[in-house]
C-alpha cells in the first residue's frame, strides 16, 4: 500500500498534465480507495465474527456474574449463547467459499465426515425413540458446538484471531483472579461453578472448584512455548503465576501431569527443530527460575500457604494404592463406569451404539440408567462406543491418530514459531496425552458431546497450517524447475 501512495506521489511531480500521465494517476488513485475500502470491510467482518466467538463463550461461561443466570434464556432453555452458535454456523457455512481451501481440505475430510456421523445419528436417535426432532436438536445443543470449526475457520482466513485473543486476555485475567478468590474461600465469587469440600488424607479440607478460569492454561502456556521458542522476559512471571496458580488449587492432578506433559512435548519439538540439545540446559534452567518464582508467590501471596502445601503434597500422594492394587475411587471409578458402558454397547447396537438417548438428553429414569448417566459424563471412549458404536469410535480413533502424524510432520517442517504453531503444538501434545497418560478414562479426543472443547480450535489451526505449507512446498518447487 506504501509503494502504491509512492508511486501515485512520483506521478504527480514528474508531470502532472501530460495525458497519459493523468490516467496512470487517475487509475492508481482509484485502486488505492478500493482497496482501503476491501481492507477496512474485510477487517470490520473478522472483528465481528471474533466478537461473535467471544460472546459465546462469555455468555457460556456466565459472563462473570455481570448479567444474572435468567436474563441469558430466551425460548425455555435456549440462551443467547446457542443463538450464537447457530447464527455464527449458519452464517460460516453460507460464507465457506472465503475458506475454501479449507473446507475441502483433505485432512478436514475425517472431522467432516464426523459431524455428519453426528447428524446421522441424531436422525436414527429420532425416529427411534420417537421423541420431538425439533426440541431435542436445541436440547442436544452441547453436540453441536462441533460445529464451531466453520467459524473458527472463517476468521482465521479473515485474519481475525489475534483480535479474538486480544479480547479473550483481560476475560482471562479477571475470571482467573475470581477463581482465586472462591478456591480460598469456598465463596463462590464467579458464576456457574461446583465448589465441593474434599477430604484427603491427614483430615484436611479443601475447597475444590469446577469451572471458571476463562482460557488461563492457554495463555500460561503461550507464555511458556515464547519462552521456550523465542527468549525469556521475567516480567512475565507475574502473569504465569496468576495463570497456574488456580489450577494448582483446583486440585486435579491429570491438569498438572497435563502442563507437565505439554512444556516437554515444546521442549522436545523446540530442540528438534533447531537441531541444538544444548539448548536443553538453558530451558532447564528457565524452568527452575519459573518453578522457584512459583514456589515463592504461592507462599507469599496465598494466605495459609503452609495448609494449602500439606493439601497439595497429600494430593499428589492420594490414591497411589489405588493405581497399584485397582482398587479404591480411582480403580472402582475405571472399571465400574468402563465396564458398564462396554457391557451396554455389547447389548445394543454394535455398530451405531444407543445413539442420542433420552436418558442423556432428559436425565435417567432408573437405577442402571443413573449409572450409565454417570459413567458417560465421566469417561470418553467407553461412552463414544457405547453412544456411537463401532462407527463412531472408529472414525474418532481414525481422526486421532492421524491428526498425530500429521501435527508432528507439520511443527517438525515448520521453521519459525508463531501463534498458529503455539496452537499445533498444544493440539499434538493433547491427542498424545489423551492418548497414553489419560486413556484409562479418555483415550479420544472426541466425546460423548462431540470434539473436546479446544479442539474446536485446534482443528481449523491444523488444516491451516497444513495447507499452508502444501502451498510453500508448491512454490518452491516452480522455483527450483
Not at 441469558?72 to 472465503?98: A, H, Q
Not at 472431522?111 to 436440547?139: D, M, W
Not at 472399571?335 to 451396554?344: F, R, S, T
Request: glycine share 8%; with cysteine.
Amino acid at each position: 500500500m506504501q509503494k502504491i501512495f509512492a508511486h501515485s506521489f512520483r506521478s504527480r511531480r514528474k508531470g502532472a498534465f501530460e495525458p497519459s500521465t493523468l490516467k496512470k494517476e487517475k487509475t492508481t488513485v482509484l485502486y488505492s480507495e478500493n482497496f482501503l475500502k476491501e481492507e477496512l470491510v474485510t477487517n470490520m467482518r473478522a472483528r465481528v465474527l471474533a466478537i461473535g466467538i467471544f460472546l459465546y463463550y462469555f455468555v457460556e461461561n456466565g459472563t462473570l456474574g455481570l448479567v444474572p443466570s435468567k436474563f441469558y434464556l430466551v425460548y425455555r432453555n435456549m440462551r443467547i449463547s446457542d443463538f450464537l452458535l447457530y447464527g455464527m454456523t449458519l452464517y460460516s457455512l453460507l460464507r465457506y467459499k472465503e475458506y475454501k481451501d479449507l473446507f475441502k481440505s483433505k485432512p478436514f475430510l475425517i472431522a467432516k465426515i464426523i459431524i455428519l456421523y453426528f447428524l446421522f445419528e441424531f436422525a436414527v436417535s429420532a425416529f427411534r425413540y420417537g421423541f420431538n426432532p425439533v426440541e431435542y436438536f436445541f436440547r442436544l445443543k452441547g453436540i453441536w458446538t462441533s460445529f464451531l470449526v466453520f467459524p473458527y475457520m472463517l476468521l482465521i482466513k479473515r485474519g481475525g484471531l489475534p483480535f479474538l485473543i486480544k479480547i479473550i486476555f483481560p476475560v482471562a485475567v479477571i475470571s482467573n483472579l475470581l477463581y482465586l478468590l472462591t478456591a480460598l474461600t469456598g465463596i463462590p465469587f464467579l458464576p456457574d461453578v461446583s465448589i465441593v469440600r474434599q477430604r484427603l488424607p491427614g483430615d484436611i479440607e479443601v475447597f475444590r472448584v469446577f469451572g471458571g478460569t476463562f482460557f488461563g492454561e492457554v495463555f500460561f502456556l503461550g507464555i511458556v512455548y515464547y519462552w521456550i521458542t523465542k527468549r525469556f522476559r521475567a516480567w512475565q512471571l507475574g502473569l504465569v503465576a496468576l495463570f497456574v496458580i488456580p489450577h494448582i488449587l483446583a486440585f486435579g492432578r491429570l491438569a498438572w501431569v497435563g502442563f507437565a506433559f505439554t512444556i516437554l512435548i515444546m521442549i522436545l519439538l523446540n530442540s528438534l527443530n533447531k537441531k541444538n540439545y544444548q539448548i536443553l540446559f538453558r530451558q532447564a534452567m528457565m524452568l527452575i527460575a519459573m518453578g522457584l518464582f512459583l514456589m515463592f508467590a504461592f507462599i507469599k501471596f496465598i494466605p495459609e500457604s503452609d495448609f494449602y502445601i500439606d493439601a497439595l503434597n497429600a494430593r499428589i500422594f492420594q490414591g497411589q494404592d489405588d493405581v497399584k492394587y485397582g482398587e479404591g475411587t480411582y480403580g472402582t471409578r475405571t472399571i465400574m463406569q468402563n465396564g458398564a458402558l462396554v457391557q451396554l454397547w455389547l447389548n445394543s447396537d454394535i455398530l451405531i451404539g444407543v445413539g442420542m438417548h433420552p436418558m442423556w438428553v432428559l436425565g435417567p429414569d432408573s437405577r442402571e440408567e443413573m449409572v450409565y448417566y454417570g459413567a458417560f459424563c465421566d469417561v470418553t471412549w467407553p461412552g463414544v462406543l457405547a453412544a456411537y458404536g463401532l462407527i463412531g469410535f472408529s472414525l474418532a480413533f481414525f481422526l486421532q491418530l492421524y491428526y498425530i502424524v500429521l501435527a508432528f510432520r507439520l511443527l517438525k517442517r515448520s521453521k519459525e514459531s508463531t501463534l498458529y504453531t503455539l496452537l499445533l503444538t498444544l493440539m499434538l501434545s493433547k491427542l498424545l496425552f489423551d492418548c497414553t497418560v489419560g486413556f484409562s478414562y479418555v483415550f479420544l479426543s472426541t466425546g460423548l458431546w462431540g470434539f473436546f472443547h479446544s479442539m474446536n480450535l485446534y482443528i481449523p489451526i491444523f488444516i491451516y497450517l497444513y495447507e499452508k505449507d502444501k502451498q510453500d512446498r508448491a512454490n518452491l518447487e516452480a522455483i527450483q524447475h
